[in-house]
């Protein structure tokens, strides 16, 4: 069964800081993975998708990075804002070829001004 | 491109009523996805839809839940004799997965918060 592990829980940096945010899954047979944002009572936010066959993706501020075969990946956030204070999530596949994707419950982050 | 759009926003009722809720998909989108968040945690996968078909349900979709695409365009969720612990946030999404699109990322509406009581 996948899980999907985020850490830390809870992150609150000041603004300017680079700062990196931790995924793991147990089940590393997947086909890509994906980071999401979520604003208080909003919706998610898709940020980047990695495909299995890829290590790394940026977009803009934000560089994602897989390593299938340890079951982790991470996200960098370079010099960061206080409108980037969100809640992140991570989302795998549960299985290969599986469409129920598993979020890990996510870290909060704050940043201050 | 409009978005996934889900309505209600906001559904308090009480505790035996049926709920129903909607959501439509960006246009061009093949699947749609219904998953439900409580406070703290991820979204948890309940169902989706290619096209018009129901292809998968979660263990978590008790018999008192039915998802419906009739037209493979817009979806409606219903919760019938609703429990408190049906109280959560339920986020629709869609993504368009094809021969060329496999890995196509998901796209959320914001979601219906939903308070039984």
């Known amino acids: 069964k996948q899980e999907v592990t985020q850490i830390p829980a809870a992150l609150s940096v000041p603004e300017g800081e680079n700062l990196v945010l931790n995924c793991s899954f147990t089940d590393s047979a997947i086909y890509n993975l994906q980071w999401f944002r979520q604003d208080p009572g909003k919706g998610l936010t898709s940020l980047l998708l990695i495909q299995s066959s890829q290590r790394e993706q940026t977009s803009g501020r934000l560089n994602a990075s897989l390593d299938k075969s340890s079951g982790r990946s991470t996200l960098y956030i370079a010099a960061s804002q206080p409108g980037d204070s969100a809640t992140y999530l991570c989302a795998v596949p549960a299985g290969y070829n599986n469409n129920d994707m598993r979020f890990g419950a996510g870290t909060r982050l704050t940043v201050k001004p | 491109d409009t978005g996934v759009s889900q309505d209600p926003r906001h559904k308090i009722t009480k505790r035996g009523q049926n709920v129903t809720f909607r959501c439509d998909p960006i246009?061009?989108?093949?699947?749609l996805y219904w998953y439900r968040q409580t406070l703290g945690q991820g979204p948890e996968f309940l169902t989706y839809?290619?096209?018009?078909?129901?292809?998968?349900k979660s263990r978590l979709l008790s018999d008192r839940f039915s998802a419906e695409r009739p037209k493979g365009s817009f979806s409606t969720l219903e919760i019938q004799r609703t429990e408190q612990g049906d109280s959560a946030m339920y986020l629709c999404?869609?993504?368009?997965?094809?021969?060329?699109?496999?890995?196509?990322?998901?796209?959320f509406g914001n979601g219906t918060r939903l308070t039984v009581t």
């Open positions: 999404a869609s993504s368009l997965v094809g021969a060329s699109s496999y890995n196509s990322p998901l796209h």
């Open positions: 839809f290619q096209n018009e078909a129901q292809l998968e």
């Open positions: 246009s061009e989108h093949n699947r």
